[in-house]
């Protein structure tokens, strides 16, 4: 089945640090990339829809000089936390989907990243 | 704008029990729906996906059926097992371009 990898898994880091999360997708080319962020116990909150080769499109609320996206490639989008505080702490996941459009292929979810700023 | 209402919030069977999950959505102009699983500290591992043209679709022990028009959709989990431990998401995706995930059902299958 389509896979997508996610990494690091885990980062703790100092306030001001900026971090970056990788999303791969590893057997599908991701015309497509979502992020989320989740806190606990509660479900996820989409950020951004990233489409390979443009800007990604934010949800209101969303800060876009915070949370700098890039979807390069077909297999790859990078979440960049820019100067990151500890109200930023939380799980991040990312999922990617196939097609063009509005397509109705499915989408496929990374493990997440834990992200501790301290 | 899409709410995505999943009830119950938990669940707490014992082994071997049928059990069904529901999930209703606002806005019935959607593509797909998808159901998925997430264990604690996990990322969401897909378990079906129904188009908006189909009524229901089967994978193993889960059975997912979809009516459209009343913005509903069940997920039946036949003979349950403890494996079968987590929360469980439905996410209807619409012309909007982006699915809406509900709060989830957190399940609890005791041996």
């Known amino acids: 089945g389509a896979v997508v990898s996610q990494h690091p898994s885990w980062v703790i880091c100092k306030s001001g640090t900026s971090v970056k999360i990788e999303c791969r997708s590893l057997?599908?080319?991701?015309?497509?990339m979502f992020w989320y962020r989740q806190f606990p116990k509660q479900s996820l909150m989409l950020m951004a829809t990233?489409?390979?080769?443009?800007?990604?499109?934010?949800e209101q609320g969303v800060e876009k000089d915070k949370f700098l996206i890039n979807h390069a490639s077909l297999t790859l989008s990078t979440l960049t936390v820019t100067s990151a505080h500890p109200e930023d702490s939380s799980f991040y996941i990312c999922?990617?989907?196939?097609?063009?459009?509005?397509?109705?292929?499915?989408?496929?979810f990374g493990d997440g990243t834990r992200l501790s700023i301290l | 704008k899409q709410e995505v209402t999943q009830i119950p919030a938990a669940l707490s069977v014992p082994e071997g029990e049928n059990l069904v999950l529901n999930c209703s959505f606002t806005?019935?102009?959607?593509?797909?729906l998808q159901w998925f699983r997430q264990d604690p500290g996990k990322g969401l591992t897909s378990l079906l996906l129904?188009?908006?043209?189909?009524r229901e679709q089967t994978s193993g022990r889960l059975n997912a059926s979809l009516d459209k028009s009343s913005g509903r959709s069940t997920l039946y989990i036949a003979a349950s097992q403890p494996g079968d431990s987590a929360t469980y998401l439905c996410?209807?995706?619409?012309?909007?371009?982006?699915?809406?995930f509900g709060d989830g059902t957190t399940l609890t299958v005791k041996p």
């Open positions: 806005d019935s102009a959607i593509y797909n």
């Open positions: 057997d599908f080319q991701a015309t497509t």
């Open positions: 129904i188009q908006s043209s189909q």
């Open positions: 996410a209807p995706y619409t012309n909007a371009g982006k699915s809406t």
């Open positions: 990233s489409n390979e080769g443009s800007k990604a499109t934010y």
């Open positions: 999922s990617a989907r196939a097609g063009t459009g509005y397509s109705n292929q499915p989408q496929h």
